[in-house]
């Protein structure tokens, strides 16, 4: 099989879907891999360092997606790839179908075999290719928080876990499932006094035992977030309308 991994051209997306170890194994499985020219540069892999590993490097994209008989992307095809799947081929990425009917008929017209990383499961439900996804917003969100609490973004200057004299910042997240408890982790982590909410017990119980001492576990109902969140509803307002780009 010819692997193709095209160079990510969707704004601001920096990730490549392969990595030189992961050429590595297919070629020792029989395949052939080509990369596009620059396509692990966002993320820290040179051309050579594809080369080492035996894979083929194009600086041609419609040639390589023409050759490809599987194409690994990152993120789902944008309007100027549409035209480049074809009948057959596997494109194998994150899909997301929900979120747009145009890309979703495009894959249709194309008649090529879509796999989403999205709906790969595990024998035991999970999700192992979502769920790193999770786990980076989850992290990223508290450390995103963090930035807008300083003063030249328009926050109020708290400080995450604060300073000997001044309380740390209270951190609420709802939620504890895989970006629920990231959140938590970076949080508690930075000194934040962290709550977070849940419907399951089980689910709390397990939180209560293997979270840092500074993290609280609080049943998730309207009651208990409107008493968490009594007082501050002007600061999220605040947050919401300075912030404009966050709510996408």
Not at 82 to 88: E, I, K, L, N, T
Not at 152 to 178: D, F, H, Y
């Given at each position: ?233 002007w600061l ?13």
């Amino acid at each position: 099989m010819i692997i193709g991994v095209p160079k990510e051209i969707k704004t601001h997306e920096n990730r490549v879907s392969l990595l030189p170890s992961g050429v590595l194994q297919f070629i020792r499985n029989g395949h052939k891999v080509i990369v596009e020219k620059g396509a692990g540069a966002g993320s820290g892999f040179s051309d050579e360092m594809y080369v080492e590993r035996g894979a083929e490097i194009s600086d041609d994209v419609e040639k390589l997606w023409q050759q490809a008989d599987m194409i690994m992307k990152v993120k789902e095809p944008i309007q100027v790839e549409y035209d480049r799947m074809r009948d057959g081929q596997i494109l194998f990425t994150y899909l997301h179908f929900a979120a747009s009917e145009e890309l979703t008929q495009a894959v249709v017209d194309s008649k090529c075999i879509a796999i989403a990383y999205e709906t790969v499961e595990k024998a035991d439900g999970s999700l192992p290719l979502l769920i790193p996804m999770s786990e980076v917003a989850g992290r990223m969100a508290s450390q995103e928080g963090a930035k807008y609490l300083e003063k030249p973004t328009g926050g109020r200057g708290v400080l995450m876990g604060g300073i000997p004299g001044v309380p740390p910042a209270n951190v609420i997240v709802l939620g504890g499932g895989i970006v629920g408890v990231n959140a938590a982790k970076i949080a508690s982590g930075m000194g934040a006094d962290t709550t977070i909410l849940d419907i399951s017990l089980k689910k709390l119980r397990y939180l209560d035992d293997v979270m840092p001492k500074n993290v609280k576990t609080l049943f998730s109902t309207e009651g208990n977030i409107r008493n968490l969140l009594r007082g501050l509803t002007w600061l999220l307002a605040r947050f919401w309308f300075q912030v404009p780009k966050l709510q996408a």
